[in-house]
């Protein structure tokens, strides 16, 4: 009888050890799970109200750079299973060892500033957007390009001229303007949105990608005198239209990187031009913006020469016949500008 208690109370007392160690291993995993919780509720998007706002820009402001670093530890666990393809075991290895599988149907990255080599590849964007006069210039003496190729503008009325409304369309009205005023004039019609694709770059790399395009037309017309690369803003139509004798026009605002060796000699062609837009029309321009410092590009590739200019031309809310309008008047100051 007493061996049957004592047997009892054994059994009894394991219980009690198992419910211990189940209430112990609760509590350990409910602040676990509290602070994992605490940890993404607390993942702050930007450190300050500036920065918020850049992250609330990125996709339509192509000044901000901004992306977010992760450096919480829970991110990084994810990212490095989002990377890991369970139908390509390779990725395995390329996720965690920082292997490398060399595929022979992947273009790689264009180290040359030369691109004969992969403008094979690139499909001609005026396949979907059509240069509404093709010339052949010769000896050019501006260059227009577009970092950002497919920002577009409103498109309720484009279906009358039967163009689109993007800032591609506005460049090819500008060199048609250029060229009709006796200034040599191209622009740049490689796809640079193939050439982000290709190389496996995302779109806040648009302008390592262009960078390839302005250093081949450098060195095939080393006498070019501008080049502009042409944006549109993302703002209110307020902000970005004005009235004119009647007529709307898209506002104009030139943006300067101060991080790089070209900035004072930019900084002055940028000032020059806003200077004579405003003689002849003081509300045209938003006038001229300098960026540099934490969250800005700082350069948009105008290190590579100092007569390089960044315009953006109205914003997407502007209709394509106020961007006419502009580009009828950048014609003129461009000429008055090269004499």
Request: aromatic share 10%.
């Amino acid at each position: 009888m007493i061996l049957l208690r004592k047997q009892f109370r054994s059994k009894k007392r394991q219980k009690k050890r198992v419910w211990l160690k189940f209430l112990v291993l609760f509590i350990l995993f409910f602040f676990l799970y509290q602070w994992i919780l605490g940890l993404f509720l607390n993942i702050q998007l930007a450190n300050s109200n500036e920065e918020f706002i850049m992250a609330l820009l990125k996709d339509s402001n192509h000044h901000l750079l901004y992306e977010k670093s992760n450096h919480n530890i829970a991110n990084q666990f994810f990212k490095l299973l989002s990377n890991i393809n369970i139908k390509k075991p390779v990725s395995i290895l390329e996720t965690v060892f920082g292997y490398e599988m060399k595929d022979e149907n992947i273009i790689p990255v264009v180290q040359d500033p030369g691109l004969q080599d992969n403008d094979e590849y690139l499909e001609d964007p005026t396949v979907y957007i059509k240069d509404p006069n093709p010339t052949v210039v010769e000896d050019p003496i501006v260059y227009i390009y577009n970092t950002h190729q497919l920002e577009g503008y409103n498109n309720t009325n484009f279906e009358e001229y039967n163009i689109t409304p993007n800032v591609l369309m506005a460049s090819y009205l500008l060199k048609e303007k250029l060229n009709k005023a006796g200034i040599p004039t191209i622009v740049e019609t490689s796809n640079i949105s193939d050439f982000l694709t290709l190389n496996n770059w995302d779109y806040s790399q648009s302008y390592q990608a262009s960078k390839f395009f302005i250093t081949d037309t450098l060195n095939q017309y080393p006498n070019l005198k501008l080049l502009i690369d042409l944006h549109r803003d993302a703002i209110p139509k307020q902000a970005s239209t004005t009235t004119i004798d009647g007529k709307n026009y898209a506002k104009i605002l030139f943006v300067v990187g101060m991080e790089h060796e070209n900035a004072e000699t930019n900084l002055a062609l940028a000032n020059l031009l806003n200077n004579k837009i405003k003689e002849k029309y003081p509300t045209l321009s938003r006038g001229v913006m300098t960026k540099q410092g934490k969250g800005v590009n700082g350069i948009y590739n105008q290190n590579l020469s100092p007569n390089s200019v960044l315009i953006e031309c109205g914003g997407n809310e502007n209709s394509i016949d106020e961007v006419m309008n502009t580009i009828e008047v950048l014609s003129i100051i461009i000429k008055e500008y090269l004499g």
